[in-house]
C-alpha cells in the first residue's frame, strides 16, 4: 500500500505491488523543497528527481518514503516527450529499488536489469538509468 496525501495514479501501486515492496510513503515536492531535503539529508545544496529514503523493517510497519519533485518530473517528461505520469512512475519505481536495497552506483547492473523488468512489463518509457547507459 502507498501512503500519500494526494492523488495518484493506480499505476504507482501496480509497481509497488509487482515489485513485492510493503508499504511505502509517497511524498511529492516542488524543487525548493527538493533542494532543502537533499541539502538536510545528503549534503548537497540542489534539487534531484527523487530521493528514497529506507526505514529500519518492523513488522507491519513502512519499509520507507520515495519523495519525488513534480517540478522536476515535469520538466523532463516535457524534455523527452512523455507524460508527467510516466516519469512519475519511472520516478517511483527507481525510489522503490532503492528501498528494497538496490544500487546502480555499486552493483553490477542489477537495479538496471529489475527497472528494465518492470518499465517493459508496464510499458513505460526509459528510465534515468536506461538513458545513461
Keep these: 500500500m502507498i501512503f500519500c496525501e494526494c492523488e495518484f495514479d493506480p499505476l504507482l501501486e501496480q509497481i509497488a505491488d509487482f515489485l513485492g515492496a510493503g508499504d511505502v510513503e ?17 549534503g548537497i545544496d540542489k534539487a534531484t528527481d527523487v530521493l528514497s529514503f529506507p526505514y529500519e523493517q518492523v513488522a ?3 519499509m520507507g518514503s520515495v519523495v519525488i519533485s513534480t517540478d522536476t ?4 517528461a516535457g524534455e523527452l516527450g512523455h507524460s508527467i505520469e510516466c516519469e512519475i512512475a ?7 529499488l532503492h528501498i528494497l536495497g538496490y544500487d546502480h552506483e555499486i552493483d553490477d547492473g542489477q537495479m538496471r536489469g529489475k527497472e528494465k523488468e518492470v518499465i517493459e512489463h508496464f510499458s513505460l518509457p526509459d528510465s534515468l538509468i536506461i538513458r545513461n547507459s
Aim: hydrophobic share 45%; aromatic share 6%; glycine share 10%.
Design 73 to 76: 518530473a515535469s520538466r523532463v
Design 60 to 62: 507491519g510497519g513502512l
Design 90 to 96: 519511472l520516478l517511483f519505481l527507481h525510489g522503490i
Design 26 to 42: 509517497l511524498v511529492f515536492v516542488n524543487d525548493d523543497e527538493m533542494r532543502k531535503i537533499n541539502h538536510e539529508q545528503r
